[in-house]
Structures are given as C-alpha cells and as structure tokens.
C-alpha cells in the first residue's frame, strides 16, 4: 500500500543519512505524528497505547506544560550567567521533594550529563576513582558513563575503575535474602578494587534496576548496601532517570522506597516531559570538593523554558496526584498481570512498584530459563495490536511495562487482552 512505501522509504533515508548506531522500534517500524495523554497516533490515524514512554510521563502533550513553555518563549529564553527567578523558584520546589540533608540542585539538559558530573563530583569529594555499578546497568553517553554502562555491550569498553556487581534479581535469589546477599555482594567488589590499588568513589544505581529487567526489590532491600559504601569512604549516586518523579507510586523517588539518604540524585527523562532538562541534586558539602575547584556552564542547562517545562510537571504531579494514581492503576494492573502468569506457562514472574512493571518471560516456570526470542515475538504481536512497549534486561526476555502516568483502568484492559492474545499466539 501506499503508507507502507512511506514507511519503506523513510527508513531506507534514514540508513542513508543517520549514523548507523540508530536502532528503530518494529519489523514494520511506526511513524508517529501526534499524542495525548497515554495515546499516540501514527501517520496513517492508527491509535496506539503508549506504554512505555516515561518521558511525557505526565501525558504526551500535556496543556499545562505546553502553556508554560509557550509563555515563557514568549518573553525570553537565557542562560545561567543572568538572574532569572525561574530556576530559583524551580530549586525551591524540587529541593522540598529530597531530605533535607540534600540543598543544592544544579542543571543540564540530559541524564548522561547529570551523572556524568556526579561522577566527577563523587571522585572530587572521595579522592577515590573506582564507581561500582550493576552488570546491566546504563548511565549515559558521555565517556565517563559509557565507561560504566555495561548495558551497552561488548563492543564498549568498561572502563578501568569501573566494578560490577550482579544485578539484584529478585525472581531468582528470593526477596527476603536479596538485600544481605546484595550488599555482600557490593563489598566484595570494594575489596576487589581494594585489591588492585584502587579507592572508592562512589556505588552509582538506579534504583529500580531498569536496564538490568526491572528489579525494584522489597522496599528497605538497599539500606545495608549504602551503609557499607558510606563505611568505605564512597558515596552513592541515586540515578532517579528511570523511576523518579511519582513512577512507583510507593515514593516520588526509587531512593525514597528505601530508608536512605543518597548523596548525589541525578534525574532526567520525565523532569521536562520531553521538553530537555536534566538535573542533579547534592549535599553541599559532597558537591563543595567540586565546585570550589571547577568551574560548571551548561549553555542550555537551567534556562528559563526548561524550569518552566519542569516547574509545570511538578505542579501537575501535585494537582493530578499522579504518584497515587500510579500506585492504584500499578496494582491494579500487576493484579490482572498476575492472572496471566496462572494462564501461561511461559510467564515466570510479574513484578514492579506503581506503573514501572517487569512482566518476565520463561522457557518454563520450574527451570526459569529466560525465553528472548518469545519477548520479541510478543513485542512484536503487541505492536500489531497497536500497543507500544519494549523489553528490558541482559536477555530481552523482560517485558518493560512501564506508562505515561496518565494510564487508566481501560487503558489496562486495551493491554491485558492485548498481551493474552500475544501470549496466545506466540508461546508454544
Ligand atoms: N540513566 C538511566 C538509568 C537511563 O535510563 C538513561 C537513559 N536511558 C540515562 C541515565 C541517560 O539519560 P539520557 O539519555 O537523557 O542522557
């Protein structure tokens, strides 16, 4: 048809003019045109249900943000070399969502530039250089976080001070053991580096383990391991990229689930809706040893349009009460999830806090052997029943369930059938 020439044609443009590290979504890729809310619609009028975009977090296109960005346009856009009460009164709001401990917020335009810096902060206040990070973990772009992102694959070098450790797979060491066996596992790798001349800088994690297949643990299974890392010199960096700004329901933050106090809060993705704005939050005193040495302009970070964008999603969290509608709708919709792992024998595990959800794919139950080639057929068969999502984990065998926030009980219904007929069609 004539549609599926466009979409031939446009994909063959993009080979020939982007670099070939692009991966697109789809056998029969989508092109988007338009959203709202949890929907978004192809070129064709086709109506998708969005679960998987944590960026317009808030909803795609989202009018209170459209107006505040717009307004701002309006007046003006500048830097941070000029006053402006828009990043001051952003600051206040967003500084009132951390423990006290945590008082100095500073600005960038993505999550690789947030913990980039906080890596370069954790060195500078520790005199250490060695970031331990988990064996599927992803922190960004830039080298010093290419350097710690296994996620990426073979072909990416780790750097040299970077330590993994195991992912915290829940499913497979048992939730009331993980956070022993997981701090463990952090000083072991403290010693390794120990072991081989290099200092602690700081144990950098997104604390519901995205990239490593959604793994959010019992809240509290992380308090042991931060102890340690605070025992031994290092910091930690809480990457909120993933699960911050009301996701899990349980917290605004994935750090908030446990009883902690990070040192340095880096977030991203949901911060602007889409609009670029990235940031990182710090005690003074870890961010001093930093800033009393160098020098930090970001041309884009912490302009007026980017606070306003940000000011405008925190302001709608609060007035949607987004964070207990991500609770609620998360349950719910786990518990119709859970209905399909006593249908099916290939679904081994359903886990998750609010609307952040793994939905984990096995050969079988007994051997929990992860089945990738079954996750792609279903993400496939589910693109087909115009519901977006994707995988997650070292085996792509982990269904990432993860919704603006603006998700619904029909929207729950759309997917739950959705993924029955899938799983129907593709296991077995
Ligand atoms: N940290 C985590 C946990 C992420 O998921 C990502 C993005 N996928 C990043 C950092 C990097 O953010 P960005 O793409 O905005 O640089």
């Known amino acids: 048809g004539l549609l599926d020439s466009s979409i031939r044609a446009m994909t063959h443009k993009r080979a020939a003019v982007l670099g070939d590290s692009y991966r697109l979504f789809y056998q029969n890729p989508v092109h988007l045109v338009r959203g709202r809310g949890q929907y978004v619609w192809d070129a064709q009028g086709h109506q ?13 296109c989202h009018p209170e943000v459209i107006a505040a960005v717009t307004k701002q346009m309006q007046l003006i856009n500048t830097h941070t070399r000029y006053l402006h009460e828009g990043i001051l009164d ?3 709001s967003i ?4 423990p006290n401990a945590i008082n100095r917020a500073m600005y960038m335009c993505t999550g690789s530039e947030a913990n980039d810096l906080a890596i370069r902060v954790a060195r500078a206040w520790s005199g250490g250089t060695g970031i331990i990070v988990t064996k599927e973990a992803y922190h960004g772009t830039s080298e010093l976080t290419s350097g710690a992102s296994p996620a990426l694959g073979s072909g990416q070098a780790l750097s040299s001070t970077t330590f993994l450790v195991p992912s915290p797979d829940q499913y497979r060491i048992g939730s009331a053991t993980l956070g022993d066996w997981f701090a463990n596992e952090v000083q072991q790798a403290i010693d390794n580096m120990a072991a081989q001349g290099i200092k602690l800088a700081g144990f950098l994690a997104d604390s519901i383990f995205s990239s490593d297949g959604v793994m959010p643990g019992n809240p509290g299974f992380l308090n042991k391991t931060i102890d340690i890392v605070h025992a031994n010199g290092g910091i930690f960096i809480a990457d909120e990229v993933q699960p911050g700004f009301g996701r899990t329901g349980e917290a605004f933050w994935g750090f908030a689930r446990h009883d902690l106090v990070p040192d340095i809060v880096t977030m991203g993705k949901p911060m602007g809706n889409g609009i670029p704005v990235s940031g990182l939050l710090a005690k003074s005193d870890v961010l001093a040893a930093f800033s009393d040495q160098i020098p930090y302009f970001n041309t884009f970070g912490g302009n007026p349009v980017s606070m306003a964008a940000a000011q405008a999603v925190l302001n709608v969290i609060r007035e949607e009460q987004l964070q207990a509608h991500s609770l609620r709708v998360g349950e719910a919709l786990r518990t119709e999830l859970l209905t399909l792992k006593d249908k099916y024998e290939c679904v081994g595990d359903v886990r998750g806090a609010g609307l952040f959800i793994g939905f984990e794919l096995v050969t079988d139950k007994q051997s929990t052997t992860p089945d990738k080639a079954l996750a792609l057929r279903v993400i496939e068969a589910l693109r087909e029943e115009r519901v977006l999502t994707s995988v997650a984990g070292p085996y792509g065998n982990v269904l990432k369930l993860r919704p603006p926030l603006a998700f619904q009980k029909q929207d ?5 059938g959705a993924l029955d007929r899938s799983l129907c069609r593709c296991a077995g």
């Open 412 to 416: 729950i219904d759309w997917l739950v």
């Open 95 to 98: 500084l009132a969502t951390v």
């Open 90 to 92: 952003y600051t206040d």
């Open 48 to 60: 998708y249900l969005d679960v998987y975009n944590n960026v317009a977090s808030i909803g795609h």
